[in-house]
């Protein structure tokens, strides 16, 4: 395998772990620019972060980003803004203007080039393009991340910063940082859980099967910096 394993027992214990390791590595910067991810294990992760690290954390200089959002309104229940706004940035009471929504109800073609010049705007340029201190990234059980689907492994080496998806079933339109940006950053960071998992882990972990069909594959951080946050039940 290629990074850094981290395995935990349950996944309230890698939300946990999680958090630990962002509290360090959030410590080592002046301003902390990170993309964040939905699903479940983030759920239980802001939960966390918002309780028990409300005030180890100077959430004053982190803003925060998305590594992808679904086209819908801010108050769907499929927006990953809502879920953070809910769990995260209400109990910690983050300013404004450390947020960077994703602006799902807007044209999706149009919401993609505005949403790669607020990121320009704010997140440092390495290599050409924008640097982030941490992106967090899942992984779904067709090997997709962020909203980078096998279906469209084209958005793995596009020029965009940010780009639209599509969902390969729903055919729901998604908005998308790409390849190019995600291996930018300073640290990316998988949090996967559960034995649907494992499968495709182990096929990317032992470079096996179908593993190059898998977007997940292809998060290689030019920095060498890949963390793997993983549950007992999602370990090969």
């Known amino acids: 395998m290629t990074g850094k394993l981290h395995v935990s027992k349950s996944p309230n214990e890698v939300a946990s772990d999680f958090a630990q390791f ?32 409300k005030d180890s954390i100077e959430w004053s200089k982190v803003h925060f980003f998305w590594g992808d959002e679904r086209c819908v309104d801010p108050s769907d229940k499929e ?29 999706p073609e149009i919401e993609a080039s505005r949403y790669s010049k607020e990121i320009l705007k704010y997140v440092a340029i390495h290599n050409t393009l924008p640097q982030f201190d941490l992106i967090m990234l899942g992984m779904g059980e ?12 084209g958005l793995l080496d596009i020029n965009s910063i940010c780009d639209v998806a599509v969902h390969p079933t729903s055919d729901q339109k998604r908005i998308t940082i790409t390849g190019k940006t995600l291996n930018n950053a300073k640290k990316v960071a998988f949090l996967l859980t559960g034995e649907g998992k494992k499968e495709k882990i ?34 090969p």
Do not use: C
Request: no cysteine; glycine share 6%.
């Open 142 to 153: 067709d090997g997709h991340t962020a909203s980078i689907f096998p279906q469209q492994m």
């Open 22 to 53: 962002l509290r360090a590595t959030i410590q080592s910067e002046s301003i902390f620019n990170i993309a964040l991810s939905g699903g479940s294990t983030p759920k239980l992760l802001f939960k966390i972060l918002a309780e028990d690290f």
């Open 79 to 107: 927006s990953n803004f809502k879920m953070t706004d809910e769990l995260l940035f209400g109990p910690l009471s983050i300013p404004t203007e450390n947020i960077h929504r994703v602006l799902g109800e807007s044209d």
């Open 202 to 235: 182990d096929q990317i972990f032992n470079q096996k099967g179908n593993w190059l069909e898998y977007p997940a594959a292809h998060i290689l951080p030019v920095t060498g910096d890949l963390h793997w946050f993983l549950d007992e039940a999602a370990l």
